[in-house]
């Protein structure tokens, strides 16, 4: 056995009591904590991401393909499936699927109040899949072979503003001219918590607003397009451009809901300072209590070095005796985090205001390759600043050392 390593673990806090042991478990405590508050950081962190992100794709898609439009208005031109994009868009790896979209203005009547919205109109191919964690009641809307389905899904912010709930049949006025208006039964309730949706935004069938617009079977407002990896929206964006007919622009979501993505970015940005700051704290306890040690053990030291030992031998046993009170400290935070995240995850032990954060728990996102990450930099960090307080080893002399007191 390694003799440095076998003297560290003589004189761990196993084999000693009083004010050694009680130094090495507030060293310990430290470390734990540290690592414990950094992955439930990362571990939050990664579920708002997440859980909003979703939110978006599942509204949205990752990119949007439409006809190039002057103004801003709520009505897209109307563009064909029969586009040489559509029809070649399976030949493209990175597109796991594509749905098409068309938008309406409207006014919805319920029995005593009037609202202003938004009608998006899908097709059979829309991915419910996806957008079924945000369905809060009831079902969505199923569509028919032979005409427009008149079932739609609206939020609940818009259904308590009208009264409304699912069952109860509502007209829509639709903005053209002249004014025409359809009876619609509300089928579901949706909640995503983003203003930008649920402020404003029923979803209904295509057809309608292909009936409404006077277009052919193959026309719609534009195409939804969702990838196989959404982190990597910039390598897929101008392979996607590429592929358009001439008259069509692509959109990529996270520049068109700038604000929600830029928030996002802004809380990474506050989680590694944090980390920083857990580090030079996790770094700067153990550098002290390495100290102490040395203090506490400089008879130890003068001893080791009157039988011949060498500086270099001696600060193996501290550096040793540091990384197993950093390994012990990781072990222990790690098993704090994790099940903080599993009851969390499991049993939404810690629930937020929806209105303020945009869902109504904290949630929490499994990334392992950030764990493994964050305990790999801890360990290095740390066992890289326990050779300062070592050197101080080489200016202890034998003599003095042992009556040290």
Excluded: C
């Amino acid at each position: 056995m390694n003799l440095s390593y076998f003297i560290a673990k003589r004189i761990s806090f196993k084999r000693t009591g009083g004010f050694t042991g009680t130094i090495h478990r507030i060293a310990v405590a430290s470390v734990a904590i540290g690592i414990a508050i950094s992955l439930i950081s990362f571990m939050i962190l990664g579920g708002f991401q997440n859980e909003i992100s979703n939110k978006v794709f599942s509204f949205t898609g990752h990119f949007q393909v439409m006809r190039f439009m002057s103004g801003n208005a709520f009505e897209e031109s109307p563009t064909s499936k029969k586009s040489d994009f559509f029809r070649t868009y399976q030949q493209e790896s990175n597109i796991r699927h594509v749905q098409s979209f068309a938008h309406k203005p409207g006014l919805l009547k319920g029995d005593n109040e009037v609202e202003g919205v938004l009608m998006k109109g899908v097709g059979p191919e829309f991915d419910s899949l996806a957008f079924k964690p945000s369905i809060k009641k009831g079902r969505f809307i199923q569509f028919l072979d032979s005409s427009a389905s008149n079932e739609v899904v609206m939020s609940t912010k818009i259904a308590n503003k009208l009264l409304l709930d699912v069952g109860d049949r509502v007209t829509m006025y639709y903005v053209q001219e002249p004014p025409r208006f359809r009876r619609l039964e509300i089928v579901g309730l949706y909640e995503t918590f983003l203003e930008n949706f649920d402020d404003k935004i029923i979803i209904g069938d295509i057809q309608t607003i292909r009936n409404l617009n006077g277009w052919s079977e193959d026309q719609v407002g534009g195409f939804e397009i969702f990838v196989n990896d959404p982190t990597k929206l910039e390598e897929f964006e101008e392979p996607l451009n590429d592929i358009l007919d001439y008259d069509l622009k692509l959109v990529k979501v996270t520049d068109k809901y700038l604000e929600i993505f830029d928030w996002l970015q802004l809380l990474n940005n506050n989680v590694y300072i944090f980390l920083g700051l857990i580090l030079f704290v996790a770094a700067f306890n153990m550098v002290s209590i390495l100290f102490i040690l040395i203090m506490e053990r400089t008879q130890m030291i003068g001893i080791l070095k009157s039988l011949g030992a060498k500086n270099r031998l001696i600060r193996r046993v501290f550096v040793w005796n540091g990384i197993r009170i950093i390994g012990r400290g990781l072990l222990i935070g790690n098993g704090i985090a994790v099940t903080f995240g599993w009851l969390q995850d499991k049993f939404k032990l810690i629930p937020l205001d929806p209105e303020n954060y945009y869902m109504s728990f904290v949630p929490i996102f499994w990334n392992w390759p950030v764990f493994i990450i964050m305990n790999f930099v801890v360990l290095l960090v740390t066992t890289l600043v326990l050779f300062l307080p070592a050197m101080v080893i080489s200016n202890i002399q034998p003599i003095k050392a042992i009556r040290f007191d």
